[in-house]
């Protein structure tokens, strides 16, 4: 691995900070340019409050295996994968982000809006659990 590093070329490194998405960014946020798209917990980060990390990331893999093997054209599967996908990451992103929220703020304000966002949009508390992301 030493030798790997000493001889790569510097000038071909690039360096990416993380970058924070909002869940209200993932409704027009752009996934894919040509056949490159970002998958995973680079499309969406969760956190650790639900549990949801690993079932989302089995979540993506049927849903962009059955969308590949529908189509001849990597753009189409990948268009409508994220079509498929853009919704259900937007639900889970926001229900992370209000829980994590209500249990990093001090602010009480801050809390009951997260349990008024709670009770108003995700009433079923274990909805997330039961989402079925179709055939393989």
């Not at 993380?18 to 752009?30: C, D, F, H, K, S």
């Not at 304000?109 to 909805?127: G, P, Y």
């Amino acid at each position: 691995m030493l030798e790997m590093i000493q001889n790569c070329d510097v000038d071909s490194l690039t360096f990416n900070g993380t970058q924070y998405r909002a869940p209200w960014e993932l409704l027009n946020a752009r996934f894919r340019k040509g056949t490159v798209m970002v998958i995973g917990d680079a499309m969406h980060v969760m956190g650790p409050f639900l549990g949801q990390g690993g079932s989302i990331t089995l979540e993506d893999a049927i849903v962009l295996a059955r969308c590949l093997a529908t189509h001849k054209r990597a753009e189409v599967a990948l268009d409508q994968y994220i079509g498929e996908r853009r919704m259900r990451l937007v639900q889970i992103s926001t229900k992370t982000y209000a829980v994590g929220t209500l249990l990093e703020t001090s602010s009480v304000v801050v809390k009951l809006l997260c349990i008024v966002l709670m009770v108003i949009f995700f009433r079923e508390r274990l909805s997330h659990t039961r989402y079925d992301c179709g055939h393989l």
